[in-house]
């Protein structure tokens, strides 16, 4: 059961029902706003300019994976008297398909209704769980668990997440991610060029994941572009960036896209869902073309080509400025003598 907040005591039956909705939410938006926290910074889901911490933090708090652990949401910048949802979901909740079977995934027993002071304040307490844990997560679709699975991590589903939003609106409006100490990190991603072996004439090179590498459903030794499955990349109506790829160390113009995960519910509306069984996990995966320039066309050779993705998670990133890098070998060739690699 749920700790109360000093405003208002267990969870009404309609908070109940929204809170997977209001998961969904945070979770769809969640991800963009942690491109650049800073110590001082909270993580408001847009439009939402919220300052919340999470047991003090702005961005997260340690879990623990045996008994329930309180957290202490404390919150400005939100609307004024009005009835918010505290509560604690599966990261599955932000990708999945369609949208209303949001509530399966939320642990709906300790989900805190709250009511904002005048100033638009609020301090609420609600008891963070895990799966197998005393009291333990618990959700109606049994494939969402606290910490996510590896596979779910593999596909970009790095954590479970504590959301504010408002009730009536079903509006996220702010997040913190809970991190486990046995939260798994995501595999890293693949790279396999289109083709690997270029002549000087070649100035365009498809891009994708090693074939293989990302099966679908998603397993615990898959390796998929996992930096901004929530959202993929590039999106610009979240504000994720798009992919930068370099040859030799030096950037060039490319069009790689990076698709969100996708997680197929009873009753699913997304393409990428189609076919599929229910419970189905389908992580991102990668696409697209990068520009060779004219100097590394007259180069004959191996040249080593990196492309790098955005990350929006907590998870550390593999590659400069914490993004999620993977690498490949473009080969220069001359196709009227023996091919130097």
């Known amino acids: 059961m749920s700790h109360r907040s000093h405003a208002h005591g267990g969870v009404p039956r309609r908070a109940r029902a929204a809170v997977g909705a209001l998961a969904l939410g945070a979770a769809l938006l969640?991800?963009?706003?942690?491109?650049?926290?800073?110590?001082?910074?909270?993580?408001?889901?847009p439009p939402s300019t919220s300052s919340c911490t999470y047991n003090g933090s702005p961005v997260g708090f340690a879990a623990s994976n045996t008994a329930g652990t309180?957290?202490?949401?404390?919150?400005?910048?939100?609307?004024?008297?009005?009835?918010?949802?505290?509560?604690?979901?599966?990261?599955?909740?932000?990708?999945?398909?369609?949208?209303?079977?949001a509530?399966?995934?939320?642990?709906?027993?300790?989900?805190?209704?709250?009511?904002?002071?005048?100033?638009?304040?609020l301090s609420a307490t609600i008891t963070v769980t895990a799966t197998g844990g005393t009291p333990g997560f618990s959700a109606l679709d049994k494939k969402a668990v606290c910490p996510p699975t590896q596979a779910q991590v593999n596909a970009g589903l790095t954590n479970c997440v504590v959301t504010v939003a408002d009730l009536a609106t079903t509006t996220g409006l702010n997040f913190g991610n809970i991190i486990y100490g046995t939260q798994p990190l995501p595999r890293r991603p693949t790279l396999a060029l289109h083709p690997r072996r270029i002549g000087e004439?070649?100035?365009?090179?498809?891009?994708?994941?090693?074939?293989?590498?990302?099966?679908?459903?998603?397993?615990?030794?898959?390796?998929?572009?996992?930096?901004?499955?929530?959202?993929?990349?590039?999106?610009?109506?979240?504000?994720?960036?798009?992919?930068?790829?370099?040859?030799?160390?030096?950037?060039?113009?490319?069009?790689?896209?990076?698709?969100?995960?996708?997680?197929?519910?009873?009753g699913a509306t997304a393409a990428a869902c189609t076919g599929l069984a229910v419970g189905t996990l389908v992580g991102p995966h990668l696409s697209g073309t990068f520009f060779v320039p004219r100097a590394i066309r007259e180069s004959e050779g191996p040249h080593t080509v990196a492309a790098l993705e955005p990350?929006?998670?907590?998870?550390?990133?593999?590659?400069?400025?914490?993004?999620?890098k993977a690498r490949a070998t473009l080969c220069v060739v001359d196709f009227t003598a023996t091919p130097t690699c």
């Open 311 to 324: 990350n929006t998670t907590p998870a550390p990133g593999n590659g400069p400025g914490n993004t999620v």
């Open 70 to 101: 309180p957290v202490t949401v404390a919150c400005t910048g939100l609307p004024a008297n009005t009835t918010l949802i505290v509560a604690q979901t599966s990261p599955l909740a932000g990708v999945i398909s369609p949208a209303s079977a």
């Open 30 to 45: 969640g991800g963009t706003a942690i491109l650049a926290p800073t110590a001082a910074s909270a993580i408001p889901i």
């Open 201 to 266: 004439h070649r100035t365009m090179v498809g891009a994708s994941d090693k074939a293989g590498a990302c099966p679908t459903p998603v397993r615990a030794t898959s390796r998929c572009w996992w930096g901004a499955a929530l959202t993929g990349a590039p999106n610009a109506a979240a504000g994720v960036p798009g992919f930068v790829v370099t040859i030799g160390g030096k950037p060039t113009t490319n069009t790689l896209a990076a698709s969100p995960a996708v997680y197929c519910a009873q």
């Open 103 to 121: 509530t399966r995934e939320a642990d709906l027993n300790t989900g805190v209704a709250v009511m904002t002071s005048a100033t638009g304040t």
